[in-house]
């Protein structure tokens, strides 16, 4: 059985991509070697594939910074703002990326989101009335081109316009329907192009189909597709989803003239019903999705040969496939020297599907595949009893009640007490936690990961950094500080290092967005604390000032969904778990004296169900609970904060509002502060922060702008209830950009101080 792979992870084997960038923007490199060490990352990844013998090869997969947004760039949506600075097509590009501030001109970065139901963002491109939408040149096929010259046949992949246009933000008077038949146009020369340049295969990537459809949006697809499969010629077209079914358009989708129809059997929970009930045409390649390309555990071969055996046995013509991008995983177990073999021989990361790939394929074409050594030694890796088991931590758990996840006092009690005890000013200014990574913290953390000092030097190194943040911040004039998490790589790793039921790997790097890596620690076990994390820390960032210090803490929620987590057990039971040690810790915390304690929950929306008949039962009935069950014990002086970074919050704002949490920081400047109307909308009755600057870029945000922001912000929520912050950490930012800009942001809050109070 032939085999596909969706996409790979451009991150590179040791994150090449990232630093071969990140020297790029700091003109180290020209555009010359950032694009050569491009083609050299790529031409690795196909040699890589084919070698393993994977049929179905994708390129175009790899970007610079992100997927959507070259796709963007190719279609010539590129704002007008761009244009006028004047730079070449890299620097254009990464200006729409991260904005650009010099003597070029001084624009923000696109707005960022989190793509679908993952941990990688993508860029939002905008549709403005002067956009031309058209084909701008053929470097969509630059790879294949490449590719071709080393003798391996590539099919191109490029996001469809469907889902292009579902994920648009429109920004003018324009709509749909104005730029449809340009979009049409520029996809027709897409097709034209790619079967003049001799490809085989085409896939687009059409992932919106896996969300609830209304009619109209089931009715665009179709009115696309109708229009522009006639003008494929001899190109044969794979329509690919992937992270869900598509039960609203199935039967739609599978009456259009594509010659191949993707399909996800991990995450798509009606797919096999699908096909069981309505069939698949005859004359269509169904790729079959059956390899995890979000998770990192081996594959269970019965499980996928059982699937495959099924459809064979109805004639489908087969293609077994990655169920989405491997994007998702880090680059291959291979670079994991650390942890034992009894550990990793349960991992399966890009490299490793590759060869699951190709012995599935194999095993699928053989008439008793039981037999098969490979197949039997899958079998008795899965008999084997893998994980860490703790029945105190499962007992404690399944005792749980109601009352261990609701504070006694009201939403008014608690901010009446908070108000009177820390007498803070209105408008009060605070950051969201981390402050940058300099070379000094990151040699700290190399020197003591590599055993060149002990863990007292280590930790009174980090001590030093911690005074010298805190006196940086009081010569800033922030109202409340924060220690500045020196001592932490990642806000998950970090955490996951300091309980038990995790493993954690060396060089597991997962792109996030841009050159921005995370390593997620994997679920192995159990989990519940070993010891007191930060309280440490935090005491004695506290002993430094008079000013009230936040102590900082990761939710279960994101600590979770941002870990490979275990397979075998439920995520309501991996939440409480976590939930459980993260309450040690903040009981630990207010009795150290920490009177502000936040517990970022940035990636609650992020892993919401794409259906919204799963929302609740599948994930929010029991995500809330996770996160009021660490504050629940609490006093009512207590404040208790929380953060969430880029998503769609507006949807979810009742529930946001029933964590019950006494302030709320949200990532918001990208989106352009849209969730504002929201919290108004919903009577939202928690003190807010909506970021007042975009941390994601290097630009410094000036006082006259950030005034303006807070005047914007001030018309939907009640000063009383404002707080003033970045949108995010600042862990990623240079030093200089960090206080010019957190300075801005100051003055800023006491200017309108000062006119409110005249």
Known sequence: MKTSVIGFPRIGAHRELKFVTESYFRGEKSTEELLAAVREQRQGQWILQEKAGIDFIPSNDFSLYDGVLDTAFLLNAIPQRYQDLGLGDVDTYFAMARGYQGTAGDVKAFSMKKWFNTNYHYMV??????????????????????????????????VGPFTFLKLADFVGKKTVDDVLPAILAAYEDIFKVAEEQ??????????????????????????????LLPKKGHLKVLLQTYFGDVRDCYQTLTGLDFDGIGLDFVEGKQTVDLLNKCGFPQDKTLFAGLVNGKNIWRTDYKRVLGILNGLSQKGHDLVLSTSCSLLHVPYTVANESKLSQDVTKHF???CEKLGELHELGTLADLADYEADDSYQAN??????NQLRVDKGVQAAVAALTEADFKRPNTVQERQDAQKALFQLPLLPTT???????TKAVKENRKHFRQGEITEAEYRAKAKEFIADCIKLQEEIGLDVLVHGEFERNDMVEFFGENLDGYVFTSNAWVQSYGTRGVKPPIVFGDIKRKQAITVDYSRYANSLTKKEVKGMLTGPVTILNWSFPREDISTQEMMYQIGLAIRDEVLDLEAAGIRIIQIDEAALREKLPLRKADWYSDYLDFAIKAFRLCHAKVKVETQIHTHMCYSEFEDIIKEIDAMDADVITFEASRSKLTILDSLLANNFK????PGVYDIHSPRVPSVEEIEETLRLMLTKIPVEHLWVNPDCGLKTRGEKETVASLKNMVEAAKNIRAKLAC
């Open 348 to 350: 399966s990361f890009a």
């Open 125 to 158: 491109p905008e549709i403005e009335d002067t956009v031309d939408i058209k084909l701008r040149s053929s470097t969509f096929l630059d790879g294949y081109r490449q590719a071709k010259s080393l003798g391996i046949e590539t099919k191109p992949v490029l």
């Open 686 to 689: 928690t003190e807010v922060g």
């Open 431 to 437: 950051t969201i936690g981390s402050f940058p990574q």
């Open 379 to 384: 079998q008795a890796l899965f008999a084997e």
């Open 198 to 227: 001799g490809v085989a295969w085409l896939q687009l990537d059409e992932p919106y189909l896996v969300r609830d459809l209304t009619k109209e949006d089931v009715d665009l697809f179709v009115s696309i597709y109708e229009k």
